[in-house]
């Protein structure tokens, strides 16, 4: 059995949470708490319409390793948010990270999602490598559109065109 990337149950929701808190606090000290991520308690009404969706990676095991959401914010565009892998399934060679973005990608193209948007920290320099790899590019705050739903933690921001409209 392999790694598996899997649309968001509420089965999930625990060890979502708990997944995403621990890797922010723990791991980047990033001063943020699950009462800061009201989308979090509430995956399917703030991820699941329009053309958003919200994936969990599930180990071969089934625990969840990773997540990644696309957020519908109108005019075929979309936002990538809750990119997380946990610490030990990270790197090339596992490969999780890649496949949630794929997901992501085919999703946004089945519906009609031409551009992502996507915002990230300074000190998360692996997931900036990792999107410029991918073929994400820099882009200036200024250059975000208007209905970009911004974090207040976020200082770099990226974007990548799937296909021209």
């Known amino acids: 059995m392999q790694i598996q990337i899997v649309p968001y149950q509420k089965q999930y929701a625990e060890a979502i949470a708990n997944l995403i ?9 990033i001063k943020i708490t699950l009462a800061d991520q ?8 703030f991820y699941r319409k329009g053309s958003g969706n919200f994936w969990c990676a599930l180990s071969p095991e089934g625990e969840l ?12 565009m979309g936002a990538i948010r809750k990119m997380f892998v946990k610490h030990e399934w990270r790197g090339k060679e596992k490969n999780v990270a890649r496949l949630l973005l794929h997901t992501l990608e085919t999703w ?13 920290v300074e000190k998360l320099k692996a997931a900036q490598r990792f999107y410029e790899r991918e073929g994400f590019t820099l882009v200036d705050v200024e250059a975000l559109p208007t209905q970009f739903p911004r974090m207040a933690v976020d200082t770099i921001f990226y974007q990548k065109t799937l296909y021209s409209v």
């Open 21 to 29: 808190i621990s890797i922010q606090q723990q791991e980047f000290n």
């Open 38 to 45: 009201p989308d979090l308690q509430d995956i399917d009404n």
């Open 65 to 76: 390793i990773g997540t990644i959401a696309l957020i519908d914010i109108g005019n075929n």
């Open 108 to 120: 946004a193209q089945q519906h009609a999602v031409s551009k992502l948007y996507l915002g990230t």
